[in-house]
């Protein structure tokens, strides 16, 4: 269902991150955790310049959508030069592509890159690290499908969530009112998660906490990030 992300049927959507899978076996990992309930496959881009890590390329996506042609990909492009590499990635079969915020220095360069995106039948995210202030995103926000709000410093999975996490989502929620998805990534637990979807997260990365796990634990984890479940939530205004 590549279209969860716009038009959800539930909500909050679950989309565990391949940078905690076994890079080996990604599709069997991805196939499991599709199986064992999960919405949407994050895929982390990292370049090793805009974070100090290199890992998938376009080559993975495309792979990874030749395989799983109903998936719903979640691109994050944790790189330096997304507007580059958009073309490739899109043509490889996103269904939705995150670019940072952080790397979009100019007036109307995040406008830019989210009109290429959506002009490509995608749907675009804006990401923003634990330490980039919420006002970095609002003004282009209306123009992006998602917003992508870092809980941890970019280019490793396991690490602790930044406390700040929660607010943060309270206070961008309140901004971007309830037709836009809102995702959390990095750092993201059983045991923090409720307190995310509360403040406001409708899209929940989890890599570690999942993929961490034996396969067979898959199902109940998922099921106890996703917490509460809002059927029915179609987005206004999308
Ligand atoms: C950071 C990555 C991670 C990953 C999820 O660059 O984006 O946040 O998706 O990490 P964990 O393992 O913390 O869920
Ligand atoms: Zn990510």
Request: proline share 7%; aromatic share 2%; charged share 20%.
């Amino acid at each position: 269902m590549r279209t969860v992300l716009i038009d959800p049927p539930r909500l909050p959507l679950i989309a565990p991150s391949l940078l905690a899978a076994d890079s080996a076996n990604l599709e069997r990992d991805a196939r499991g955790l599709l199986d064992a309930g999960a919405d949407v496959l994050h895929i982390d881009v990292m370049d090793g310049h805009f974070v100090p890590n290199i890992n998938f390329g376009p080559a993975v996506v495309a792979a990874l959508r030749r395989a799983l042609p109903d998936a719903c990909l979640d691109v994050h492009l944790m790189i330096e030069e997304p507007g580059r590499y958009l073309d490739a990635f899109l043509e490889a079969g996103s269904d939705l592509v995150s670019v940072h915020v952080e790397v979009c220095e100019g007036e109307g360069v995040a406008r830019g890159l989210a009109r290429r995106i959506r002009d490509a039948g995608a749907a675009a995210g804006l990401a923003l690290n634990p330490g980039t202030p919420i006002e970095a995103i609002l003004p282009d926000a209306e123009v992006f499908d998602m917003i992508l709000l870092m809980g941890v410093q970019p280019g490793f999975g396991g690490q602790s969530i930044d406390p700040h996490t929660a607010s943060r989502a309270r206070t961008i929620r309140a901004a971007i009112g309830s037709g836009v998805r809102l995702e959390v990534d990095g750092g993201v637990t059983v045991q923090n998660a409720t307190a995310l979807t509360e403040a406001g997260i409708d899209v929940v990365v989890a890599g570690t906490a999942i993929l961490g796990r034996p396969e067979g634990e898959w199902p109940g984890l998922i099921e106890a990030i996703r917490g509460d479940v809002v059927e029915g939530q179609c987005p206004d205004g999308l």
